[in-house]
């Protein structure tokens, strides 16, 4: 009924959720470039899907933008305007990382060597399972509330194994014959690939601050 | 029309310190605009006044008896001393100085209404002790219901923001009816206004203060509730303002400003922070001790001033 008195708030609501979208269509367009395209950064799409993940990561900066511009039109108290410019300012550097780590392949034409392989796959599983459980978790807390401290537990979870595994495959890596560049080269990937779970975590606790600072 | 300077001066002073109690922390927040508040609040302080001034000018008046160059000279003492205490950076009650100046009077006239003053300073002791007592109870009690809402971030954000608006509003209110007497209750006891259009000429003073020089106080006295978490502002502006309307129904004018230092000592004891300083609270208890004591000084210097004549020759 008061709706009208309230439109910049809801038009913040409706871009948080608009950035949440966007964030899922950039975590699809990284995880079908690293899928498909693994073995070989050469194949046909590697570069479409890379500029897509580019363009939907600078859509995102763009709802970045747009929903700090609202805030700074006075809507929101200021405790909230800030909750939700360092939630989604964190958010935004898994993205960054999406990016990094696609021209990182590109760039330095990297192959991650077949033995390699399984673990590598399951660190990226894993990394995108827990984005997909952070994003859950950010509609959680501009929805019903409810859940979010076992999405916390669960992200954490995930963290921890795909810290496991991290460090497993960077044994491997020291422990393979592979050229001391190619080790460099490789070991760097997979740090990128395991910061997104590190930063998702930081994102989960966030969000998990976020609540209990609203329970009086 | 003249003599009644002093008393639209002491309004004016009055309206622009204690706006920021009211709305100090919604516009330094920038939950609301400055003239939003401003406007809220000159409206609302003028309903208070003339909806529910009459009982606390019926008190003022009642302490002693006034002739008008009397109430002139206890408006301009009690000014005077709002302004001294302002400049000695001391916290300081337009209630307070009133009264002190009125005592003043009383002295000089050798005729003061005891136990109209006993009430008066009972209640000062009071008002921060039921700012306290009220934001423990609101604390707790709103707090309860707000978690059971279960609202989302945003829900929960236009909540208390319609809240401190309201809250605000209510505050507002409660100083217009409860402060009015202070600056026009002396001239009803000198016979020169109806009870009416002292609450109406008290009102307009208070309003235009509010309106003319309250930004810049809100600005730096409104910083210092800023520092509150949203929900624990809400409960202080609300404390205040219900602690300020009780005594406006006991017929007494109070402090706003202590009511709110009380309300946030209560909420930093539910919460178990310290929100005040020992500072801030000794240079409370010197402002409370000293503004009635300078005031009664300050009356009885001016009317002694005003009663010295020039003899040639001597």
């Known amino acids: 009924m008061f709706g009208f008195l309230f439109k910049k708030q809801q038009q913040i609501e409706t871009l948080i959720f608009n950035y949440i ?23 046909s799409n590697f570069n479409f899907l890379t500029d897509q993940t580019h363009k939907y990561e600078s859509r995102g900066d763009d709802i970045r933008d747009e929903i700090n511009d609202l805030m700074y039109g006075k809507a929101l108290l200021p405790e909230s305007r800030e909750d939700i410019m360092r939630l989604i300012a964190s958010a935004d550097k898994i993205l960054g990382h999406f990016e990094k780590i696609l021209h990182m392949i590109l760039g330095q034409h990297l192959v991650i060597p077949d033995f390699l392989m399984p673990k590598t796959e399951e660190l990226f599983t894993s990394s995108m399972e827990s984005c997909d459980l952070m994003l859950k978790q950010i509609e959680t807390l501009f929805s019903t509330q409810q859940g979010i401290r076992e999405l916390v537990a669960d992200i954490d979870l995930l963290e921890s194994h795909c810290d496991h595994i991290e460090r497993s495959l960077l044994r491997m890596i020291f422990d393979s014959t592979l050229e001391l560049a190619r080790k460099m080269e490789v070991k760097e990937l997979i740090l990128m690939v395991g910061d997104i779970s590190d930063q998702v975590d930081r994102v989960s606790k966030r969000i998990n601050i976020i609540r209990m600072k609203r329970i009086v | 029309m003249f003599s009644l300077l002093g008393g639209i001066f002491l309004g004016w002073s009055l309206g622009a310190n204690d706006a ?10 920038r939950m609301l605009k400055f003239w939003t508040a401003a406007v809220l609040s000159a409206i609302f302080v003028l309903l208070g006044a003339l909806i529910e001034g009459q009982a606390g000018i019926e008190t003022l008046k009642g302490l002693t008896q006034l002739t008008l160059q009397q109430a002139v000279v206890s408006s301009v003492a009690a000014a005077v001393t709002v302004t001294v205490m302002t400049v000695l950076g001391l916290p300081v009650s337009t209630s307070q100085a009133v009264v002190g100046a009125l005592i003043g009077i009383g002295i000089l006239n050798q005729h003061f209404n005891i136990s109209g003053l006993g009430k008066i300073v009972a209640c000062w002791f009071g008002t921060p002790v039921g700012g306290l007592l009220i934001a423990v109870v609101l604390y707790k009690v709103v707090g309860a219901f707000y978690n059971r809402l279960n609202l989302t971030m945003i829900q929960s954000d236009i909540l208390i923001r319609c809240g401190l608006i309201v809250g605000g509003s209510y505050g507002a209110y409660a100083l217009g009816a409860n402060n009015v ?28 203060g509010i309106l003319t020089y309250s930004r810049k106080v809100m600005e730096t006295v409104g910083s210092k509730l800023v520092r509150l978490d949203p929900f624990s502002a809400l409960v202080v502006v609300l404390a205040e303002a219900i602690t300020v309307h009780i005594y406006t129904f006991v017929g007494v004018p109070v402090s706003t400003s202590q009511a709110v230092v009380g309300a946030v000592l209560g909420v930093g004891m539910v919460k178990g922070i310290k929100t005040v300083s020992t500072r801030t609270l000794a240079n409370i208890g010197i402002g409370w001790f000293l503004t009635p004591l300078v005031a009664t000084g300050i009356a009885l210097a001016i009317d002694f001033a005003v009663h010295l004549h020039y003899i040639p020759g001597v």
């Open chain 2, 181 to 208: 007497a202070n600056v026009t209750a002396v001239y009803v006891g000198a016979g020169m206004l109806s009870i009416f259009m002292a609450a109406l000429i008290g009102g307009l003073s208070i309003g235009f």
């Open chain 1, 21 to 43: 979208k966007n964030f899922r269509k950039t975590q699809k367009l990284f995880s079908d470039a690293f899928t498909s395209c693994k073995a070989d950064p050469f194949c």
């Open chain 2, 20 to 29: 920021s109690n009211v709305f100090g922390s919604a516009v330094t927040s």
